[in-house]
């Protein structure tokens, strides 16, 4: 499968705990994007890397979440101190960079439960 | 801030009929318009785009329009099928075609056979 894939598929934890996710984008794709998804909403943009570099931060975004992508490959997600408010599902998105081509293609998502 | 609205919420057809979804944007520096489907439990599914530099844009059953003065855009889909049943999402890039996407609340379609 060619796709953007995400690991895990579902977490469940405990208030106050860190959790980390994995997203690995289609190859060659230069811009990751993180969004959350609530039930009944549309995504909603969380942050973006373009190769290493992360170009921009939701302003809705706090300070427990943090977000790498070290070689300009992979990308993590990590939540510090989880809260309940916090259970969504967490969608990865790949792009190319590369004349008008600026598609976005999600990952399956990693939805997170925190009791 | 910028946002993006989508009407209706829920629409229901029966199959063979035509869908119509409509959204609304309010950055004026969007210019990437981008529908999603997604079915229950899985990804959202990018099914049709459009940029700012056309008005219309079909591909087989499915199409969509772009008033830009107007700053809104809707997908059409014809001939409905029960596999068209799904929660559809609008999109508008964030300052430019290359930014970060800003959804609509979604459109639950279902079609009935």
């Not at chain 1, 590369?98 to 399956?108: A, I, L, R, V, W």
């Not at chain 2, 919420?9 to 210019?31: H, M, P, R």
């Not at chain 2, 489907?37 to 599914?45: V, Y």
Request: hydrophobic residues 25%; glycine residues 8%.
């Amino acid at each position: 499968d060619t796709g953007v894939s995400q690991n895990p598929r579902h977490k469940i934890t405990k208030r106050g705990q860190n959790v980390t996710f994995r997203c690995d984008p289609i190859s060659e794709h230069n811009r990751l994007y993180w969004y959350r998804q609530t039930l009944g909403q549309g995504p909603e943009f969380l942050t973006y890397f373009q190769n290493e570099a992360q170009l921009e931060k939701s302003r809705l975004l706090s300070d427990r979440f943090s977000a790498e992508r070290p070689k300009g490959s992979f990308s993590t997600l990590e939540i510090q101190r989880t809260e309940q408010g916090d259970s969504a599902m967490y969608l990865c998105a790949s792009s190319p960079i590369s004349g008008t081509m600026y598609e976005q293609y999600f990952g399956p998502g990693t939805r997170l439960t925190v009791t | 801030g910028e946002n993006v609205e989508q009407h209706p919420s829920t629409l229901s057809v029966q199959e063979g009929d035509s869908a119509v979804i409509k959204c609304t944007y309010s950055d004026s520096a969007s210019n990437y318009f981008p529908w999603y489907k997604q079915e229950l439990g899985k990804r959202p599914q990018l099914i049709i785009d459009i940029r700012s530099n056309v008005g219309e844009k079909k591909d087989q059953r499915i199409a969509v329009t772009l008033n830009k003065t107007a700053k809104h855009f809707s997908l059409h889909i014809t001939e409905t099928q029960p596999e068209d049943s799904a929660v559809y999402f609008c999109a508008a890039s964030h300052g430019g075609s290359q930014g970060n996407l800003i959804f609509g609340k979604g459109t639950k379609l279902s079609v009935k056979p």
